[in-house]
């Protein structure tokens, strides 16, 4: 076959990717939403992709399993969208047009999908988002074509799209290795979604259709594929508990937090009113004993019910051993009022240094664990 016949074949085909180009439009109005949203273009929040549909683990175990579509339309920044949407728009519309419309978007959303779910198989870090994998997908199903339909593509055609194929999946697998932050296991799952769905649907260009539909070929990479995704899934670690453990811990935290700043508060503006003769003695001591005492016994009761996720429990322990010695600050305080005993009032005031130190080491110990991550 020469060049000619092959383009008016291709294209003869499908006139227009549309199809490409509406993936490629699509893509770029999510990115322009969440670059409004999150204030910047060069890195989107990962907060603001969790929210808008990106693929966290524990979220997508615990029942939303949209996620593992939508965060097809997500990217994380600039230049990740502008390097996806470039790759989607040179194998797309050759693609498209090899495989028909119908036949693109079965390959594109599957190999999404199980690169997703290859994702959270293999990965199970931070929030996973971006077409990759689809677009991995799409020059597997390329690569698969040219070397099932080698007959269908004249030699020098031939030679440049498997050298262009060859090199941007080598090139971009050796940088998801080498780089930090990019999720190989998605593209090899796109890829193999790719490969397998591409062998199995390839026609020759001559052929009345693109795809033939009722093909037992067809559906049997169809159901390859399904298998690969229903084995990733059933095996992916359990993360569930762990999140919901990671979340409760979190929120006891901030509520210590808000609860600690309300309490300090209190105590000073009391102790102030006392040096200021705008209240009793009498009063407050009452008041530490009946609020503050109170308050202070239930956040070290809320702490230690609640259990500490992995590489937490030191945070947790010394939180209460903090808030321990609050609280007998303020015991000692109250016994000061009541007896005018300057042993306790003495002893009220090293509990309080006792107290600060403890908070110092935590927030130390946090910095530096902060830093080394």
């Known amino acids: 076959m020469n060049y000619d ?21 699509i893509n770029g109005l999510v990115f322009a939403l969440l670059a409004l949203s999150g204030h910047g273009v060069m890195q989107i929040p990962s907060e603001l992709l969790i929210r808008f549909g990106g693929n966290l ?91 099932v339909q080698r007959g269908s593509v004249p030699g020098e055609v031939f030679k440049e799209m498997r050298s262009g194929t060859l090199g941007f999946i080598g090139y971009s697998l050796f940088a998801g290795f080498a780089l930090p932050g990019i999720d190989n296991a998605a593209h090899l799952g796109g890829l193999l979604a790719g490969l397998v769905l591409g062998a199995c649907m390839a026609m020759p260009l001559a052929a009345p259709r693109p ?10 990479g169809v159901a390859i594929v399904t298998a690969l995704g229903g084995a990733m899934w059933t095996q992916a670690p359990e993360l569930v508990r762990r999140y919901e453990m990671g979340a409760a811990f979190n929120e006891t935290l ?49 702490l230690s019910w609640r259990e500490a996720p992995a590489g937490q429990e030191w945070y947790r322990e010394e939180l209460i051993e903090y808030a321990t010695a609050r609280r007998d600050a303020v015991k000692a305080l109250v016994q000061a009022l009541e007896t005018r005993q300057s042993v306790w009032l003495e002893r009220a005031r090293n509990l309080q240094v006792q107290a600060d130190n403890i908070l110092l080491q935590i927030r130390l110990r946090k910095s530096m664990e902060d830093s080394g991550r």
């Open 5 to 25: 016949t092959f383009i008016n074949l291709l294209f003869g085909r499908v006139p227009r990717a549309d199809v490409t180009w509406g993936l490629v439009l």
């Open 57 to 147: 683990a524990p979220l997508v175990q615990k029942g939303e399993v949209w996620r593992l579509g939508t965060a097809l339309f997500l990217h994380g920044g600039l230049l990740h969208v502008g390097l996806n949407m470039l790759a989607l728009y040179q194998a797309g519309q050759v693609v498209e047009r090899l495989f028909g419309r119908a036949g693109f978007i079965l390959i594109y959303g599957l190999a999404g999908l199980l690169g997703n779910v290859a994702s959270l198989w293999w990965k199970q870090g931070p929030v996973s988002v971006g077409a990759s994998g689809a677009i991995f997908g799409v020059y597997g199903a390329l690569l698969a074509y040219l070397s």
């Open 211 to 220: 795809v033939r539909w009722l093909s037992p070929r067809l559906w049997g």
């Open 254 to 302: 901030q509520r210590f937090s808000i609860e600690e700043q309300e309490l300090l508060r209190e105590q000073a503006s009391l102790m102030e009113a006392l040096q200021r003769r705008r209240a009793t003695e009498t009063a407050v001591r009452d008041a530490l004993e009946r609020e503050c005492l109170v308050r202070w016994e239930r956040q070290i009761t809320q």
